[in-house]
C-alpha cells in the first residue's frame, strides 16, 4: 500500500515534470520488484537513491514535502522489517498463496462480532489472546509438547493408552 501512495506522488510530480515523475516511478518499480523478491537490502539502497533524488528535485509540485516524508517513512519502515520480509516470488512459483487477505478479512469480522458489547459469546482481551495462542500452537505442532511439559503424566497417559489399544 505505501508503494501505491508513493506511486500516487510520482504521478503527482509528472504532471509538473514529465521526465522526472517517470524516473520516479521506474525507481519504484525497481524497489518493488527488489522487495518482491526479497532483497531487502538492495531495495533499503534504492529507496536511499531515491529519497536523495526526491531531495534534488525542483518541481513546482505541492505535494512534494508529503511525498518526501512518505518516501522517508517508507525507507524507515523496510529498515525496521527487513528481518520479516517475505520472499514472494519464491512462494508464487510453486503455486503457494502470496496474499493472506481473505483470512484477514474472516478474522477481522469473527473478532469484531465477538468484542461487540451486545454478543452472546464477547471475548475478552485476555480470552481472545488465549485463544490465539492456544490456535498458534495447534497449527504449528507445539500443543502437545507444551502439554506434555506443563503435565508430565499426559505422556505417559497416551502411551498406556496405545499399549491398551494394541491389546484389545
Known sequence: MR???L????????QHDEEAGAKLTKELGRIKWKLWHGNAIAA???IEDFEDELSELDVDDPNLRKFAAAAREFAVYIASNTASLIHYGERYRPGERISS??????VNAVVSKRFAKKQ??????????????????????TLRSTFERWFPGLANEN????????AA
Open 3 to 5: 508503494i501505491t501512495v
Open 7 to 14: 506511486g500516487q506522488l510520482a504521478k503527482g510530480v509528472a
Open 44 to 46: 533499503q539502497e534504492v
Open 101 to 106: 487477505a481473505f483470512v484477514e478479512a474472516t
Open 120 to 141: 452472546q459469546m464477547q471475548w475478552t482481551r485476555r480470552g481472545a489472546h488465549l485463544l490465539l495462542q492456544t490456535r498458534t500452537r495447534t497449527l504449528d505442532g
Open 159 to 166: 502411551g498406556s493408552c496405545a499399549i491398551h489399544a494394541k
